[in-house]
């Protein structure tokens, strides 16, 4: 599945990616969101990396790793 792009839909909170065969995917980022252990800061970049970057809120999302993401945000240790 070749992607054209990927918007934030501010009207459904939703991820909308639009792919080269003419498919629609929307992301629920609510849904996508429930059950993950988040603090404020880790909250504000998870929905400024929706709103900035939706095409790698949607991969995380599908890879699984968006509880990785937020764990990184959140880590305290220097790199």
Do not use: F
């Not at 849904?31 to 800061?41: H, Q, R, S, V, Y």
């Not at 970049?45 to 970057?53: C, E, P, S």
């Not at 995380?60 to 990184?72: P, R």
């Amino acid at each position: 599945m070749n992607i054209i792009y990927a918007d934030y839909n501010i009207y459904h909170n939703s991820i909308d990616i639009c792919t080269y065969v003419g498919y629609i995917l929307r992301i629920d980022c609510a849904k996508a969101e429930e059950g993950l252990i988040t603090t404020p800061n880790s909250e504000c970049a998870l929905n400024a990396l929706a709103i900035d970057n939706p095409l790698e809120y949607a991969r995380l999302y599908l890879d699984g790793t968006m509880q990785i993401w937020i764990d990184a945000e959140d880590s305290l240790e220097v790199w």
